[in-house]
């Protein structure tokens, strides 16, 4: 019964943050078909794994995490060189809002897979630093100091990408 009860939370849960998981995988792969991919990969180990969620809260946090290891491991097995056209899905309104800058989301490319998580989750995802350290098995103080590193290492390469542009 009590496990019935937390996989059809897990069930609700990957519906409801459904366009963040393919925001998050598209961050990542940086293509609408493989982020997809990603997202459909995600939610199978989620359904799959769904009775090791041990506590309610963490469902979201646990969700998340198995959606970055996905786009790691896609991006792992398949080292290609990836379009970075716009995607039809993106330019849809109800997604817009969150990922107008394409050159941003290019930039996250100079940083490594945590920083790049950190980023995307603080501020495409709108989640806290606490919640950020939980679903990276991080201490706080870390995930605080990759997020100042990492927005430096953006804003570095954003000036870089500007002056490339103007000259």
């Known amino acids: 019964m009590l496990h019935n009860n937390i996989r059809e939370k897990v ?4 519906l409801e ?13 940086k ?20 009775v090791s969620v041990k ?20 991006m792992k097995k398949n080292r290609k060189e990836v379009l970075t056209d716009i ?32 980023v995307i989750l603080r501020f495409f995802e ?5 919640e950020i350290a939980l679903i990276l098995n991080m201490n706080l103080s870390t995930t605080k100091s990759m997020l100042y590193r990492s927005l430096k290492k953006l804003k570095t390469e954003l000036k870089r990408e500007e002056l490339n542009y103007e000259g």
Do not use: G
Request: charged residues 30%.
């Open 87 to 118: 995607p039809e899905e993106l330019s849809h309104p109800s997604t817009t809002d969150t990922y107008q800058d394409f050159d941003t989301i290019q930039a996250l490319d100079v940083l490594n897979e945590k920083e790049r998580a950190i």
């Open 17 to 29: 943050s459904y366009e963040s998981m393919y925001r998050i995988a598209f961050s990542y792969v």
């Open 11 to 14: 069930e609700n849960k990957i």
């Open 55 to 74: 506590k309610e809260q963490y469902i979201e946090t646990w969700i998340y995490k198995i959606v970055i290891n996905c786009a790691i491991d896609f």
């Open 31 to 50: 293509n609408a078909d493989d982020a997809l991919d990603v997202v459909q990969d995600s939610a199978y180990k989620a359904m799959k794994n769904a």
């Open 126 to 130: 709108e989640k806290k630093l606490e």
